[in-house]
């Protein structure tokens, strides 16, 4: 299958979608970057959520250190998120271990291994 930029994944956020003309582009890699508290982890799994209600897959990649069960207690307030989601259709991967002991080089052999 040939994927085009035309090719658009909606991610649930009121009006982010209309700014990306239709959503992300499937298919892409994105990188949410920000200080903290600018809603980098709500906007991530908002999308993750929505992208997995819609019947496909997700790939949530961190490079925290704080624990992804900590971080979904956290999400379980919020109304769009869903833990019976995971790990069927979302898959939540910490990489911060990875890039610490083999490099960026170690970090994206990682990211594609597991989104194969």
Known sequence: MRITCTDRIKT?????????????????????HGPPGAGKTIFANQACCNIARGGGRALYVSLLAESHDR????????SFFDRSLVPASIVYLSAFATLHSDGLAGLLRLVFEESR
């Open 12 to 32: 649930g956020v009121e009006g982010l979608d209309t700014i990306l003309n239709g959503g992300l582009v499937r298919g892409a890699a994105y990188i949410v």
């Open 71 to 78: 971080m979904m207690m956290h999400m379980s307030a919020m």
